[in-house]
C-alpha cells in the first residue's frame, strides 16, 4: 500500500545519509597507531594498467523489467583489496557459507549521476548486506583507490568495517567517499550503454519505477 511504499522510501534514505555522514574517523584510526592510519591515508591517482597483473573479473546480466538490455563486467582489484574483492566474488558464485549469490536481487537505488546501488542478498530490498562469511560484516581493507571516475565498483557500508553484500557503481566521481567506502573494481568501458540505460530509468526518490534485476552473475 502507499503507506508502506513511503515508510520504505524514508527507510532507505536514513540509512544512505547515515552512511554519507560516517563518524569519528579521525580518532578511531589514530588508535590503531601510525600504520593503521596510514593504511587509510588520502587516496592517491591509482594506475589501472600495471603491467604484468590480470586481474579476475564477473559479469551481471541486468534486465529492466522484462527487457534484457546486456551484461555489466567489472574488473576487481585483487592486488589491492584481496578480502574485499574475495567477497564479491563467492556472493557472485553463490559458492559461500549462506549459497546466496546477487543472482535475482535487484538495483534498488538509481540516483541520476551519482550512483547506482545493489547487492541485498538478505532481504532483496535494500534493507539487508550481509558477507560471504559467517560475520555479517568485513573490515576495510584500505582506501588506496579513490572515487575518481564514473564505472567504479564500491563497497556499500553506514560506518566504519561495515562491508556486507551492498555494492555501489560510482556514475562520477565523488571525493567525499574517499576514505570512507573501500574501491574494489572498475567497469568494463564497453559496458557504458548498459550502465547509461539503467541510469535513466524513472525513479521516485532513488526508487526504481521498473525492476533492475540482475538475472545471473558469475566470474569470466
Not at 534498488?108 to 541485498?120: A, C, L, N, S, Y
Not at 553484500?165 to 567525499?176: E, G, K, N, R
Amino acid at each position: 500500500n502507499i503507506f508502506q511504499y513511503f515508510y520504505t522510501v524514508m527507510r532507505r534514505s536514513a540509512t544512505l545519509f547515515r552512511g554519507a555522514k560516517g563518524y569519528s574517523w579521525y580518532q578511531h584510526y589514530m588508535k590503531e597507531g601510525s600504520e593503521g592510519f596510514k593504511k587509510r591515508a588520502a587516496p592517491t591517482p591509482f594506475n589501472w594498467e600495471k603491467d604484468g597483473i590480470v586481474r579476475p573479473k564477473v559479469f551481471f546480466d541486468l534486465s529492466i523489467g522484462t527487457e534484457n538490455i546486456g551484461q555489466l563486467v567489472f574488473e576487481l582489484a585483487e592486488d589491492v583489496v584481496p578480502k574485499t574483492v574475495e567477497n564479491f566474488i563467492l556472493l557472485c558464485t553463490g559458492n559461500n557459507v549462506h549459497s546466496k549469490s546477487f543472482q535475482n536481487t535487484t538495483f534498488h537505488q538509481v540516483r541520476k549521476g551519482e550512483f547506482i546501488m545493489g547487492g541485498d542478498v538478505e532481504n532483496l530490498n535494500g534493507s539487508g548486506s550481509h558477507s560471504a562469511y559467517k560475520e555479517r560484516y568485513i573490515k576495510d581493507e584500505n582506501f588506496i583507490i579513490p572515487h575518481s571516475q564514473r564505472g567504479l565498483l564500491s563497497m556499500a557500508s553506514v560506518g566504519l568495517d561495515t562491508g556486507g553484500s551492498q555494492f555501489y557503481v560510482d556514475l562520477s566521481p565523488a571525493p567525499h567517499m574517499n576514505g570512507r567506502c573501500v574501491v574494489f573494481g572498475r567497469m568494463d568501458e564497453k559496458c557504458e550503454p548498459v550502465l547509461a540505460a539503467v541510469e535513466k530509468v524513472f525513479t521516485f526518490r532513488g526508487l526504481p519505477s521498473s525492476s533492475v534485476t540482475i538475472n545471473s552473475c558469475g566470474v569470466l
